[in-house]
């Protein structure tokens, strides 16, 4: 990115209010990183990280034929549901799921305990060699996204004032009409 | 809690119907999609069963557009109100930001309302949550039927707290955005 590009988007965000934003950022751009290499290793079609609640929080590789919220929300269900059941036979959790498909199948794991990881990936790549590389890519996702929770207390404080409910309430009116 | 990306700029609301099996909350977001312009809502998802109960949930994800930089969605679910369905219904709850109780008005299920309002309450606590700190708003809905009960009485037994509430014939449309505005308008100011 170009040093005045870099420099703006610091802006914009301490306009927001937001001090912790820069290495928020850095942090973000560093598991964005994870994801690409992770989706380059084990040539999935997409990786994606998604929150427990079913919101998306970033994703690799081509999405662009993907239903991605309707994805998302799915994938926290499945990991919610299936939690459950472990709780059923008295098993904490389950800590992946894999479900196998004819050309494409999707591995889920849970990292640092609240983000899920979706790796979709084709027949030519194995379920072990998917594990292997999740494993890792997580370990080093969790300790980003500690360091992401520990900010995101402060950082929450100062995006939403009064003008950003007018306005949004304003929208909300034509939207609902 | 809402999700705020500052990265890629989103803020995503989750905004819960709840209520009795067959009150009409499923009817309540399939209205809603079909009046919103395509463009700001993606698919409407509904995992049912043969018998058009909802098993899991329906899902719909709205765009209120950009605000201030940042994209705004709102994600609307319904959760099977059938009581023998209380785990799925549970799981609906997580990270949930508004709710929407879909009462149905009608005398016989008026217990129902109160089981599930109370089923409501006992499945936020097992979440460390308290009702009261989650914006909610009530529609008291099929007012259009014969044998209803009044809108004081349920008032009374629903609403002790004074909540936005209003009546509703969801499958006319009629007082379906007004409490999805309310709700909608009280976790944005919630997020301050």
């Given at each position: 990115m170009h040093p005045l590009n870099i420099n703006q988007k610091e802006q914009e965000y301490q306009q927001l209010g937001a001090e912790n934003i820069d290495s928020f950022e850095r942090e973000y751009q560093k598991i964005k990183k994870n994801l690409e290499k992770l989706c380059i290793e084990t040539k999935a079609s997409a990786v994606l990280l998604i929150d427990k609640a079913g919101q998306l929080i970033t994703s690799s590789g081509d999405t662009s034929s993907?239903?991605?919220?309707?994805?998302?929300?799915?994938?926290?269900?499945?990991?919610?549901?299936?939690?459950?059941?472990?709780?059923?036979?008295?098993?904490?959790?389950?800590?992946?799921?894999?479900?196998?498909?004819?050309?494409?199948?999707?591995?889920?794991?849970?990292?640092?305990?609240?983000?899920i990881l979706a790796v979709i990936f084709p027949k030519e790549t194995t379920l072990g060699l998917v594990r292997i590389k999740v494993r890792k890519a997580s370990e080093e996702m969790e300790i980003l996204f500690q360091n992401i929770f520990a900010e995101l207390e402060s950082e929450y404080v100062g995006t939403v004032d009064q003008e950003f409910i007018d306005e949004a309430e304003s929208e909300l009116d034509s939207l609902f009409e | 809690m809402s999700l705020i990306n500052y990265a890629s700029k989103e803020i995503?609301?989750?905004?819960?119907?709840?209520?009795?099996?067959?009150?009409?909350?499923?009817?309540?977001?399939?209205?809603?999609?079909?009046?919103?312009?395509?463009?700001?809502?993606?698919?409407?998802?509904?995992?049912?069963?043969?018998?058009?109960?909802?098993?899991?949930?329906?899902?719909?994800?709205?765009?209120?557009?950009?605000?201030?930089?940042?994209?705004?969605?709102?994600?609307?679910?319904?959760?099977?109100g059938q009581v023998y369905y209380n785990a799925s219904r549970k799981l609906i709850l997580k990270g949930v930001d508004g709710l929407i109780f879909v009462s149905d008005?009608?005398?016989?299920?008026?217990?129902?309302?109160?089981?599930?309002?109370?089923?409501?309450?006992?499945n936020l606590s097992e979440y460390g949550k308290k009702l009261e700190t989650i914006p909610m708003v009530?529609?008291?809905?099929?007012?259009?039927?014969?044998?209803?009960?009044?809108?004081?009485?349920?008032e009374e037994t629903l609403n002790s707290r004074g909540l936005f509430s209003c009546e509703g014939v969801a499958v006319d449309g009629i007082g379906v955005f007004e409490p999805l505005k309310s709700v909608s308008k009280e976790v944005l100011r919630n997020l301050k």
């Open positions: 993907l239903d991605i919220p309707s994805f998302a929300t799915l994938s926290a269900a499945d990991f919610a549901a299936t939690s459950n059941l472990a709780d059923l036979i008295g098993e904490h959790d389950f800590s992946t799921l894999f479900h196998q498909g004819i050309a494409k199948s999707i591995y889920v794991s849970l990292i640092a305990d609240q983000v | 995503n609301c989750k905004i819960v119907y709840y209520g009795p099996g067959l009150g009409g909350k499923t009817t309540n977001i399939k209205y809603i999609y079909s009046k919103v312009e395509p463009q700001s809502r993606g698919r409407l998802m509904s995992l049912d069963t043969e018998l058009d109960r909802t098993l899991f949930f329906d899902f719909l994800p709205v765009n209120l557009g950009t605000v201030k930089g940042f994209q705004v969605h709102f994600h609307l679910y319904t959760v099977p008005s009608q005398i016989e299920r008026f217990d129902d309302n109160i089981e599930s309002l109370e089923n409501l309450k006992e009530i529609q008291y809905n099929k007012r259009d039927l014969p044998n209803i009960v009044s809108i004081a009485e349920l």
